[in-house]
């Protein structure tokens, strides 16, 4: 309501008018801008010369870290590239063999093509075996810090088996 006084005063629109009574009944003066609090945020930090919060540096780097951000990742890297491949599929002039087959005469070696697999299956088994962990911390089991670690390994060598399972098929 705040937000819709003031920009309605900014424009020069009269609140002051019988029929305006309702938008400004029941409004509070306001002692300062948002721009105001966060300007006085960043002086006092600066003069106390705090970092910027929460800043990497502070942070000692562990595995559970790593693996939400890297479950972050693989979450979008995922849904980005379902999205590319749906929009290719829709634009593109041809059908799914004509490309599979392209694919297939540019010779790849055995080696590339593991490795594109490799890159393609690891996403998918560490987001869906991270994925069942926060199911698990969901109900509230494994959220003791040596359970935390024991079942963040458990997931990164199911997903490096599963990977390279896939991979060799």
């Known amino acids: 309501m705040a937000l819709l006084l003031r920009t309605l005063t900014h424009r020069g629109i009269c609140l002051f008018k019988p029929q305006y009574s309702v938008l400004y009944r029941h409004a509070a003066p306001m002692g300062s801008t948002a721009k105001e609090e966060m300007n006085k945020f960043w002086d006092k930090n600066t003069r106390l010369n705090r970092p910027m919060s929460p800043h990497i540096t502070i942070y000692k780097w562990s595995v559970p870290m790593m693996m939400s951000i890297t479950h972050r990742g693989t979450g979008v890297g995922l849904s980005g590239a379902i999205s590319t491949f749906a929009v290719a599929s829709l634009v593109l002039p041809e059908s799914y063999p004509y490309y599979l087959d392209l694919i297939h005469s540019l010779s790849f070696g055995p080696l590339l093509i593991g490795l594109a697999k490799f890159g393609i299956a690891f996403p998918v088994s560490y987001h869906t075996y991270n994925g069942i962990r926060h199911l698990w911390w ?12 024991r079942t963040g390994y458990t997931v990164i060598a199911l997903s490096v088996i599963t990977s390279i399972a896939l991979a060799m098929m």
């Open 138 to 149: 969901d109900i509230g089991k494994g959220f003791k810090i040596p359970e935390v670690y």
